[in-house]
């Protein structure tokens, strides 16, 4: 069949993204949700001119093939897969990701499914890159009551579907630790309610360690609650932020907490902020397995921040990032042998993002993160926010726990954050995987929200790209391994209709890879 230029030629449209990364020639179809690979050079090279062409060009993807010099019996087989491939670069809905109908919005419409109580604004530590202490006083003494805690559990049950199996907090600060006897009550609250409800819970908590002894490590434990412990590295670099208030490191005392933790529950979980100047992710993920953590590790580039005062540099999240990622490229083949072999990664770069590529719903009904979605935060007067990064931002308070949210407040906080990625983003190839970014990063301090910086876009972007081209290179090499990650019985992989190529396929060991020892 002959498909002619113009007057045979479907609509082919610009919503996919071509590219090549880690030996993959890949198509992204944006709107469909679909990795596509494509098996030709030249054809690869017909569609990244496509994707590049200015709008008014006047040409179609068949007129360029038609302008080469390729003998005709490629014209033709190019032109046969251009056509078969049309239907996955046409928009069908929207530009941007999904945005709840703010319309819509009441007391039925607001789905709570975990909540996260700001049980102390009170610190022990001074940490540098600390991003409340640019808000409020760091010497806060303020800690949540009982009654506000109780309160905001039964505000949790209020908001939560009548199917939800679960009632879930999670205790944070601050230093959670400082107000222990409000953590006890509420964990008893939540046990007798459940019951009550005909539910289970489970909580967890995020302390620095400083203050942790093996009675209350025992009572966590025993009561469902996993322990989060922070710790940023070895002592040369955890000790150069996260100090007491007289400039004292607290690492020593932080591997304590580690131990106990390890030795009480049979497990240690950590989470990690990454500094300029810092250990490299690979050199993190090492001491992290020699400290007898367990993967995969909560690792995450320094927030912005400004000078503390105390002639410390500010960090800037954007550059922050930019050295996350380009290390991140140096261990995904690692990543992937963890995943292959059947162990949990170290640091898990892929799974989220298979697992977002493999979702049979269309891309722009997902959401960045649960703030607000299915989760909120609570601060220690009551006042609830969309996530703990939020508190205590007041110009995105949604809200108390006493009257429920404030629908307007709710309405506007979705309503500021599309409108300020709506012309940055829509026209990149990524948007439906970022999702406009993290929330908090957005935001400004007079509640509204400002757009993400090229260096942050053009980071995630060279990261998608390898996750997509793992993910291709996955579903032909691994694929069984590839759906049990992703929890479907088929990864979401289109073969390139291309007439004689290659299609595309769908897509223990004990000691880990010797380079993260």
């Not at 049309?86 to 929207?94: D, I, K, L, M, Q």
């Not at 990622?325 to 640091?347: K, N």
């Amino acid at each position: 069949m002959t498909h002619t230029a113009v007057e045979s030629a479907p609509i082919f449209g610009r919503e996919f993204h071509v590219f090549r990364a880690q030996g993959e020639r890949v198509m992204l179809s944006l709107d469909h949700a679909r990795v596509i690979e494509i098996t030709d050079d030249r054809l690869l090279h017909i569609l990244g001119q496509w994707e590049q062409q200015p709008q008014d060009t006047g040409l179609n993807p068949w007129q360029m093939v038609d302008q080469t010099n390729w003998p005709e019996e490629v014209k033709e087989e190019i032109k046969q897969s251009l056509h078969d491939l049309a239907p996955y670069t046409v928009r069908t809905a929207g530009m941007l990701p999904y945005m709840p109908d703010v319309a819509e919005f009441n007391k039925n419409t607001i789905r709570i499914s975990s909540i996260t109580l700001m049980v102390s604004e009170a610190c022990n530590l001074r940490c540098r890159y600390c991003y409340t202490g640019l808000q409020v006083d760091a010497h806060s003494t303020r800690l949540m009551s009982e009654e506000i805690a109780h309160q905001a559990i039964e505000m949790e049950i209020s908001y939560m579907s009548p199917e939800a199996p679960a009632i879930r907090a999670t205790f944070f600060g601050g230093e959670p630790l400082l107000n222990f006897d409000v953590v006890r009550s509420t964990i008893e609250y939540v046990k007798r309610r459940a019951k009550e409800t005909g539910r289970v819970y489970s909580f967890t908590l995020t302390t620095n360690g400083v203050l942790l002894t093996e009675p209350i490590a025992r009572y966590l434990h025993e009561n469902k609650c996993s322990i989060l412990l922070s710790i940023d590295g070895p002592a040369w670099i955890h000790d150069e932020h996260r100090i007491y208030p007289n400039g004292k490191g607290c690492h020593a005392q932080v591997v304590e907490a580690a131990n106990l933790i390890r030795r009480v529950t049979g497990a240690l979980n950590i989470r990690a902020t990454q500094t300029p100047g810092g250990p490299t992710l690979r050199e993190l993920c090492r001491y992290f397995y020699e400290l007898g953590a367990t993967p995969p590790y909560l690792i995450g580039p320094v927030m912005d921040t400004k000078a503390n005062g105390d002639g410390s540099v500010p960090f800037d999240f954007s550059d922050s990032l930019r050295r996350n990622v380009m290390e991140a490229d140096e261990i995904r083949p690692l990543c992937l042998q963890d995943l292959i072999a059947g162990r949990t990664p170290l640091y898990d770069i892929y799974s989220f993002g298979f697992k977002r590529l493999n979702c049979r719903t269309p891309m722009r009904h997902q959401q960045h993160c649960s703030a607000c979605t299915s989760g909120t935060a609570v601060g220690a007067d009551g006042t609830l926010y969309p996530c703990h990064r939020f508190w205590p931002m007041t110009g995105y308070a949604l809200g108390n726990v006493r009257t429920g949210f404030d629908i307007q407040a709710y309405s506007t906080y979705f309503s500021r954050y599309h409108q300020a990625v709506t012309s940055h983003c829509q026209d990149c190839w990524a948007r439906f995987l970022c999702l406009g970014g993290c929330y908090r990063f957005r935001a400004t301090e007079d509640g509204q929200f400002r757009p993400p910086a090229k260096a942050e876009c053009d980071s995630i972007r060279h990261s998608w790209e390898r996750t997509v081209s793992s993910f291709l290179k996955m579903s032909k090499e691994n694929p069984d391994i590839l759906k049990r990650i992703c929890g479907q019985e088929d990864p979401n992989v289109e073969p390139c209709m291309n007439p004689g190529s290659a299609a595309a396929s769908v897509a223990p060991v004990n000691d880990r890879p010797q380079g993260l020892r």
